[in-house]
């Protein structure tokens, strides 16, 4: 069964840092891109971030772009999101969701990981 | 920049057939996938490349799309499919997800 299992979130201070793990499991994880996708609260979903398999290809939602970095580690089957300089907007929960290519569908999902930016 | 329209949200008797639409110019041209998601829980898609289900996802639904409308349509509509439903494509290496339709069961 293919799980994944986010972990890292929690309440920050603007201006502040967190990183966001995903660990993977029942599936062969440098087969396969991975992606970060976050919803605010009560609203609807936006993508974050896109990986390739090998971790040398990589994609930013505009508003992120110079400030989260998203990194794997194959050995280790563990998916990041390094978040530097965060706002207020970026409250969120924080999905990493399975490509079914690198331009694919997302399949499946993990639980998620709140975020919340807050003094 | 790239949008999605999708309508805030549909209305369905229970055992009719809702149609939930997702509209740009020309994202015909687009694949175009769909997700469900209920309250509480991570989204799932229902709908891959247009027209194609996932294992597990029943038959009742199905996609279309072409010229400036994508639709998923859910036949025999239950209350279990209640939810809020997102289109999601491609664009310049950037995914633009619809802004979501919440579907009732009436």
């Known amino acids: 069964e293919v799980q994944l299992v986010e972990s890292g979130g929690g309440l920050v201070q603007p201006g502040g840092s967190l990183r966001l793990s995903c660990t993977v499991s029942?599936?062969?994880?440098?087969?396969?891109?991975m992606n970060w996708v976050r919803q605010a609260p009560g609203k609807g979903l936006e993508w974050v971030s896109v990986i390739s398999g090998s971790g040398n290809i990589t994609y930013y939602e505009e508003s992120v772009k110079g400030r989260f970095s998203i990194s794997r580690d194959n050995s280790k089957n563990t998916l990041h999101l390094q978040m530097n300089g965060l706002r207020a907007d970026d409250t969120a929960v924080y999905y990493c969701?399975?490509?079914?290519?690198?331009?694919?569908?997302?399949?499946?999902w993990g639980q998620g990981t709140l975020v919340t930016v807050s003094s | 920049s790239y949008e999605l329209t999708q309508p805030l949200s549909v209305s369905v008797a229970l055992g009719q057939t809702a149609r939930i639409t997702c509209g740009r110019i020309n994202i015909g041209y687009k694949n175009v996938h769909w997700y469900q998601q209920k309250p509480g829980q991570a989204p799932v898609v229902v709908i891959y490349?247009?027209?194609y289900r996932p294992s597990g996802i029943p038959e009742r639904f199905s996609g279309s799309n072409s010229g400036n409308t994508a639709t998923l349509t859910i036949s025999w509509a239950q209350a279990g499919d209640e939810a809020d439903y997102y289109c999601?494509?491609?664009?310049?290496?950037?995914?633009?997800f619809g802004g979501g339709t919440k579907l009732t069961v009436l």
């Open positions: 999601q494509v491609w664009d310049s290496s950037t995914v633009v």
């Open positions: 490349r247009d027209r």
């Open positions: 969701a399975m490509g079914s290519s690198l331009f694919g569908y997302f399949d499946p």
């Open positions: 029942g599936f062969t994880f440098s087969n396969y891109a």
